[in-house]
């Protein structure tokens, strides 16, 4: 088997089973109520972020920021669109360097 091959195989494999993991947590998430948002959250408000400031700096206020963010990623339809988006991205990858590997 070439090297080319390979590589194609290899790309179908990631694809697969990157989209078969994501339907597969995405319908999982279709079963389970969705989380309460947390408009009214004490960690939404200015003076939370003015505390965070004032003890830890605006370094803290960004990395507070970007822990939410991660969270969210973390929710089950969220993650399965960036595995989605992963795998695709590897499966190109992986197309893409076979495809400029020579024929033989």
Do not use: H
Not at 30 to 59: C, W
Not at 79 to 103: D, H, K, M, N, Q
């Amino acid at each position: 088997m070439s090297t080319r091959s390979l590589l194609n195989y290899i790309g179908i494999a990631i694809l697969l089973a990157g989209m078969c993991t994501a339907e597969f947590i995405y319908w999982r998430s279709l079963n389970q109520p969705s989380a309460p948002a947390d408009a009214d959250s004490p960690y939404n408000s200015k003076v939370y972020e003015q505390t965070i400031e004032r003890t830890i700096g605006i370094f803290g206020v960004i990395m507070d920021e970007w822990s939410r963010s991660a969270a969210i990623l973390g929710e089950p339809r969220p993650l399965a669109i960036t595995i989605v988006i992963a795998s695709s991205l590897a499966s190109g990858a992986c197309f893409l360097a076979a495809s400029r590997l020579p024929r033989g």
